[in-house]
């Protein structure tokens, strides 16, 4: 399951943030979501933290050339009590470099579920002529690694990775969420050589933890944006599975990317899925229960693991729900 919270924000915990901004900042989620979810018999939660609030100022250049980072200690100490939080519960968590909307910088975004306050993921540092421009630029500079970007991204990885490789319970770290640049090829990402860079940083602080690879979105005729799977032991391919049905369009897209991972002979995951739209604000298919059986019994026979993005009704809406979909829990469970 995905859990929220300490993803959104600019460095910033909530309530000083939302005086500032209006917007939120981040949080740990409450003690009650942790009960709920270790009684609802969940093994592993998908936490997703940000570049943004791991590193809210600029780093400095010394005298030397080198870099030093100014990293948001009360920010990691709040990872580290939600993880050990999950712990005590008998929970283990995957850590996930959070992106939606790219970053902070831009706000008051409308988007197919309504209006999100700001983006989140990348520094605002990074952007400091921004202004009211468009995420295109942005997105394209870091995937082309302008300025060798992509270094400080890997080394806020590597401080994430170097401080949980001693924790048996971080079991893995989804290292790019996402990626995409829309209307765009694929292979313009260059996600191989990302993902050589970022996976290098962590290997060289953590030889233990899982590492998960996203490809870009399944648009049909074969065009991904990898060429081939990150060369280093223990990576876990996923993808995300937004569609409206099952059949045909869900079933497709998994085929598509059970083949790849069987090619690679890696193992396949679902980071995220929201039943269909049901778990949306606008609930589109009538028949989500049968899909979802069909999915979940397709997903065991396949041997590929899964993480719902969110449990609530009209998430978007109202993020702090605790309100299951009524009927969702019960057929999740009979799955594991």
């Not at 990293?71 to 709040?78: F, G, I, K, S, V």
């Not at 996923?238 to 049905?245: I, P, R």
């Not at 980071?271 to 049968?290: H, I, K, L, N």
């Amino acid at each position: 399951m995905n859990v929220s919270g300490l993803g959104p924000g600019d460095g910033d915990p909530d309530a000083l943030e939302r005086t500032q901004t209006g917007c939120p900042g981040w949080a740990p989620p409450p003690r009650t979501e942790l009960d709920d979810i270790a009684s609802w018999g969940f093994n592993i939660i998908r936490l997703p933290i940000s570049w943004a609030n791991l590193e809210p100022a600029r780093p400095t250049t010394l005298p030397s050339g080198t870099l030093r980072h100014h990293w948001n200690r009360p920010y990691l100490q709040a990872i580290d009590s939600t993880v050990q939080a999950f712990e005590a519960r008998g929970i283990a968590v995957i850590l996930e470099m959070a992106q939606a909307n790219w970053s902070p910088v831009f706000a008051h975004l409308k988007t197919h579920f309504g209006t999100m306050c700001r983006g989140v993921g990348m520094p605002v540092w990074l952007y400091p002529h921004q202004g009211s421009g468009g995420q295109a630029a942005p997105r394209r500079s870091f995937y082309a690694n302008q300025g060798q970007i992509q270094q400080g991204y890997a080394e806020a990885w590597k401080l994430v990775a170097s401080r949980y490789a001693a924790v048996p319970t971080v079991v893995g770290l989804d290292t790019v969420n996402e990626p995409n640049l829309s209307g765009m090829p694929p292979r313009s990402l260059h996600l191989d050589a990302l993902y050589q860079r970022v996976m290098s940083a962590i290997r060289a602080a953590n030889r233990r933890t899982l590492l998960i690879f996203q490809d870009t979105p399944d648009i049909g005729g074969n065009r991904f944006g990898l060429s081939r799977p990150p060369p280093f032991a223990g990576v876990v391919y996923s993808f995300h599975l937004y569609v409206t049905n099952w059949a045909p369009d869900g079933r497709r897209e998994t085929e598509d990317f059970v083949r790849r991972a069987r090619s690679w002979n890696v193992p396949l995951w679902i980071g995220e899925f929201d039943v269909f739209d049901q778990a949306s604000p606008w609930a589109v298919d009538p028949r989500w229960t049968s899909d979802l059986q069909v999915m979940l019994d397709y997903c065991r026979s396949h041997w590929i693991g899964w993480s719902i993005f969110t449990y609530g009704i009209h998430w978007f809406l109202d993020p702090f729900t605790r309100e299951p979909l009524p009927g969702l829990l019960p057929m999740l469970q009979g799955d594991f």
